[in-house]
């Protein structure tokens, strides 16, 4: 079945900075990758997602990329903000849907 | 538009006592997950239904869980007997098809196992 591996599991950055997240599956079918952002005792939501036609995508200071030959993806966010500290999650859907193990991004003022 | 729902919020139990949790997904929504999410890690898929049929229980410890979604709408997902190990926050998901949209989440029930 699918195995999504995710890294770092913490990330420190300053403010203002930018903090990239990896994450690697291993079933070739997965065709979508959303990103979750989960603040501490609240449910993850959704912050990006990309699919597999698509190389990159972006919102404001949100990007997403996929190699789906090296299957892999990242999550870039730029000009970190406080309030960007939180758990993020990968994760990878072919017909059910698993999760990275989360990295813990924290920023300082 | 209403987000999934999730009861009880938190529940405590002795271990070899059974517990129960409740789910009912966002309206028209076809596909819905439980997580277990063990603190400091990842949501770990436990079952994922399509209508009411399983899709995926792979991961299910069915010696101890089981879950139904009947009539294909609310579903619950009990545990007995249960272990320490168990204790956990166990979240609900839907979304409108599975694969390639957006599941949302429910706010979880916190499972503590004593």
């Known amino acids: 079945g699918e195995n999504v591996e995710q890294h770092p599991s913490t990330l420190s950055v300053q403010e203002g900075d930018s903090a990239v997240i990896k994450c690697t599956y291993s079933?070739?079918?997965?065709?979508?990758f959303p990103w979750y952002k989960q603040e501490l005792g609240k449910r993850p939501q959704l912050i990006i997602d990309i699919r597999s036609n698509v190389g990159e995508k972006k919102d404001q200071r949100i990007a997403v990329t996929l190699n789906k030959t090296a299957k892999h993806f990242s999550l870039h966010i730029t000009e970190t903000q406080p309030e960007d500290s939180a758990v993020y999650f990968c994760a990878a859907d072919t017909d059910k849907l698993i999760f990275g193990t989360g990295t813990r991004l924290q920023v300082f003022p | 538009e209403a987000g999934v729902a999730q009861s009880p919020r938190y529940k405590i139990i002795e271990k070899r006592q059974s517990v129960a949790f409740w789910c009912n997904p966002i309206?028209?929504?076809?596909?819905l997950y439980w997580y277990q999410q063990i603190l400091g890690q990842g949501p770990k898929l436990l079952i994922q239904f399509q209508n009411n049929g399983v899709v995926d229980d792979s991961q299910l410890p069915k010696d101890r869980f089981s879950a139904e979604r009947l009539k294909g709408v609310d579903s619950t997902l009990k545990i007995q007997p249960a272990k320490l190990e168990d204790s956990a926050v166990y979240l609900c998901?839907?979304?409108?098809?599975?694969?390639?949209?957006?599941?949302?989440f429910g706010q979880g029930t916190r499972l503590t196992v004593v």
């Open positions: 079933d070739s079918a997965s065709n979508y």
């Open positions: 309206s028209g929504h076809a596909t």
């Open positions: 998901a839907s979304s409108l098809v599975a694969g390639n949209t957006e599941a949302f």
